[in-house]
């Protein structure tokens, strides 16, 4: 079942093609590896599925059990490339924030928040404010900005950035829940090692193009 649909999408920034006429679809409960070099196109098709960049041509559909409907924010979750939490903000109440935007019930917010922090092994930096925190540590906050509120599809860009091998690990361990879960999942890396043994499926993007899409299986035999 199609959960997100792209179609003939491009971007231009003059006449630089940044994305040039990509396509692909992510199944619910999918977790789907957009891979490729820095500057290949990744973080912009991104902005755009996620609304925050329009496309010069082509579309992005959401269809959330099957009814394809307009981008509705609380069904999403989104961990962008650049800093999207507030530094001299506590990091809990960097959370509450992100799920009232999202509209969980402040309660609810506090407890999914606290849960998450702690197997994060951050619960004792609930009340830090984020700029006393490493970058891994805020890159784990920003993750768990991304999925406290359940959202249906996830967006990860470059999760794995800035980040030691356990985290790592903490993370595919969390991603491939929420696959098993039902949770669609797009997320962007630059290296192979860290999407081939998590993501169903690959797209691999260069210069904006569409370089092979498939299963590892399929892209290791050529097709
Ligand atoms: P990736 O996420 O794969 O590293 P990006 O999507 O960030 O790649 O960038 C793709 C290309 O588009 C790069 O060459 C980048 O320099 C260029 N680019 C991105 N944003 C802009 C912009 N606002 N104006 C001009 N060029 C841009
Ligand atoms: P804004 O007017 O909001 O700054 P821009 O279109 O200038 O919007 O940039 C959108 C995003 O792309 C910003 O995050 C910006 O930092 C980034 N960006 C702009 N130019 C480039 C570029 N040449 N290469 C990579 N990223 C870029």
């Given at each position: 079942?199609e959960?997100?649909?792209?179609?003939?999408?491009?971007?231009?920034?003059?006449?630089?093609?940044?994305?040039?006429?990509?396509?692909?679809?992510?199944?619910?409960?999918?977790?789907?590896?957009?891979?490729?070099?820095?500057?290949?196109?990744?973080?912009?098709?991104?902005?755009?599925?996620?609304?925050?960049?329009?496309?010069?041509?082509?579309?992005?559909?959401?269809?959330?059990?099957?009814?394809?409907?307009?981008?509705?924010?609380?069904?999403?979750?989104?961990?962008?490339?650049?800093?999207?939490?507030?530094?001299?903000?506590?990091v809990?109440?960097?959370?509450?924030?992100?799920?009232?935007?999202?509209?969980?019930?402040?309660?609810?917010?506090?407890?999914?928040?606290?849960?998450?922090?702690?197997?994060?092994?951050l619960?004792?930096?609930?009340?830090?404010?984020?700029?006393?925190?490493?970058?891994?540590m805020?890159?784990?906050?920003?993750?768990?900005?991304?999925?406290?509120?359940?959202?249906?599809?996830?967006?990860?860009?470059?999760?794995?950035?800035?980040?030691?091998?356990?985290?790592?690990?903490?993370?595919?361990?969390?991603?491939?829940?929420?696959?098993?879960?039902?949770?669609?999942?797009?997320?962007?890396a630059?290296?192979?090692?860290?999407?081939?043994?998590?993501?169903?499926?690959?797209?691999?993007?260069?210069?904006?193009?569409?370089?092979?899409?498939?299963?590892?299986?399929?892209?290791?035999?050529?097709?």
């Amino acid at each position: 079942q199609e959960a997100l649909v792209i179609n003939n999408l491009s971007k231009s920034y003059g006449n630089f093609k940044a994305v040039n006429n990509i396509s692909f679809t992510v199944n619910k409960g999918e977790i789907m590896g957009l891979l490729g070099p820095n500057g290949a196109g990744k973080s912009t098709a991104i902005r755009i599925i996620m609304g925050i960049l329009s496309a010069s041509s082509g579309e992005v559909k959401f269809l959330f059990n099957g009814d394809s409907s307009v981008l509705d924010k609380s069904k999403i979750g989104y961990l962008p490339e650049e800093r999207g939490l507030y530094d001299d903000v506590k990091v809990l109440d960097n959370l509450l924030y992100l799920a009232s935007l999202k509209g969980v019930p402040q309660n609810e917010a506090k407890e999914e928040a606290m849960n998450w922090l702690e197997r994060l092994n951050l619960a004792n930096y609930a009340n830090s404010k984020l700029e006393k925190l490493s970058k891994g540590m805020q890159q784990k906050v920003q993750f768990i900005g991304a999925i406290l509120h359940k959202p249906a599809l996830v967006v990860l860009d470059e999760p794995f950035s800035g980040l030691d091998p356990v985290n790592q690990d903490v993370f595919k361990e969390i991603i491939l829940e929420l696959g098993r879960q039902g949770t669609t999942v797009l997320l962007s890396a630059h290296q192979m090692n860290v999407v081939e043994e998590l993501c169903d499926r690959i797209f691999m993007i260069n210069k904006g193009k569409q370089v092979l899409f498939g299963s590892l299986k399929e892209i290791k035999q050529g097709f």
